[in-house]
T-cell receptor
Framework: GQNIDQPTEMTATEGAIVQINCTYQ??????LFWYQQHAGEAPTFLSY????GLEEKGRFSSFLSRSKGYSYLLLKELQMKDSASYLCAVKLSGGYNKLIFGAGTRLAVHP | DGGITQSPKYLFRKEGQNVTLSCEQN?????MYWYRQDPGQGLRLIYY???????QKGDIAEGYSVSREKKESFPLTVTSAQKNPTAFYLCATSGTGAIYEQYFGPGTRLTVT
């Protein structure tokens, strides 16, 4: 079966750094996506990793270790608007762009 | 503006009625997807289509049907056979061939009573 685990909830302080972890066990792997989703809205793409290592994009960075089935999303200089759910999704091997999503991590940023 | 539209934002129906959710895109993407999102669960794939006039069942297709008569449109019908239809429904699109991220529409929240 396919399994993706993320913490359910996290809290952090404005201006701080937070790391959201994602572990996966899937039959095949062809990349890992992170999406941000504000309550009641569409998920929006944040990052994509297919090779091991760190990808940095402004305040957001994402790390992947394929041998450990592990990824994290790092958010720096937290702002109140970063309060949202963060979804980890694995693209499976195969002919079409099938994604398996974790349940998401709800992040609350407080002053 | 390029994008994905889903309408309406909120939809209410009585149990036993079929209801069709619309999804329209002008991103010129070949692939389109329907997901269902429930509290505490990840997005689950209902149906997907990689090309016009072709579509495939996802992980939870029972009680749903789709059509893909035009590249721009991928409507989802929630039938009376779907046991728990109340959910947030998201439509997504992507390119095909390489690894493309999926772009999501704003979603339709369906409530069936």
């Amino acid at each position: 079966g396919q399994n993706i685990d993320q913490p359910t909830e996290m809290t952090a302080t404005e201006g701080a750094i937070v790391q959201i972890n994602c572990t996966y066990q899937t039959s095949g792997f062809n990349g890992l996506f992170w999406y941000q989703q504000h309550a009641g809205e569409a998920p929006t793409f944040l990052s994509y990793n297919v090779l091991d290592g760190l990808e940095e994009k402004g305040r957001f960075s994402s790390f992947l270790s394929r041998s450990k089935g592990y990824s994290y999303l790092l958010l720096k200089e937290l702002q109140m608007k970063d309060s949202a759910s963060y979804l980890c999704a694995v693209k499976l091997s195969g002919g079409y762009n099938k994604l398996i999503f974790g349940a998401g991590t709800r992040l609350a940023v407080h002053p | 503006d390029g994008g994905i539209t889903q309408s309406p934002k909120y939809l209410f129906r009585k149990e036993g009625q079929n209801v069709t959710l619309s999804c329209e895109q002008n991103l010129n993407h070949d692939a389109m997807y329907w997901y269902r999102q429930d509290p505490g669960q990840g997005l689950r794939l209902i149906y997907y289509s990689q090309i016009v006039n072709d579509f495939q069942k996802g992980d939870i297709a029972e009680g749903y049907s789709v059509s893909r008569e035009k590249k721009e449109s991928f409507p989802l019908t929630v039938t009376s056979a779907q046991k728990n239809p109340t959910a947030f429904y998201l439509c997504a699109t992507s390119g095909t061939g390489a690894i493309y991220e999926q772009y999501f529409g704003p979603g339709t929240r369906l409530t069936v009573t």
